[in-house]
């Protein structure tokens, strides 16, 4: 039996869209890492402000052992992951998530999902597709990446 294909879900902790796309995702086959979304939509600004609390700047936060706990877990999801999903709008860690997995040979969609961007951003070209829609987004992947269920 075919292992289910692992998409990770990039996007933002702000976006009540996520848990629906990877609903989505779920519905056609696919393994979806979407578990990042549980921190909840303040869970940076509440990291921020315990960190100052503490005395510490930023560059010390990001060696504290809270934001190292996220980071690994996030990256070792990113690692096992077979092609990942920005779905926008996403801020500068998603953007980065799928800078990084498109760097490691990994297949990355940017899905607009209504989201029309502010400015156009001509770099949106690395992606392996660029979908105004969630039905684009699946039938791209779909195309390039068959789930279980097309094999």
């Avoid at 070209?125 to 992947?141: G, N, Q, R, Y």
């Amino acid at each position: 039996m075919a292992r289910h294909k692992v998409i990770y879900l990039i996007g933002s902790l702000r976006n009540p869209r996520v848990p629906e796309v990877a609903a989505l995702l779920r519905d056609a086959g696919y393994e979806v890492f979407d578990d990042w979304y549980a921190a909840g939509q303040h869970a940076d600004e509440a990291w921020q402000a315990y960190e100052i609390q503490r005395g510490h700047d930023y560059t010390q936060a990001l060696q504290g052992y809270a934001a190292q706990h996220v980071y690994h877990y996030d990256r070792h999801h990113l690692l096992r992951a077979d092609l990942v999903v920005l779905l926008g709008p996403a801020g500068k860690s998603g953007h980065l998530e799928l800078g990084w997995a498109l760097g490691q040979g990994k297949p990355g969609y940017i899905c607009l999902d209504t989201h029309v961007p502010d400015r156009y951003d001509v770099m949106y070209c690395f992606a392996t597709a660029v979908c105004a829609a969630t039905k684009d987004l699946l039938h791209a992947i779909q195309t390039t990446v068959p789930s279980t269920k097309d094999l």
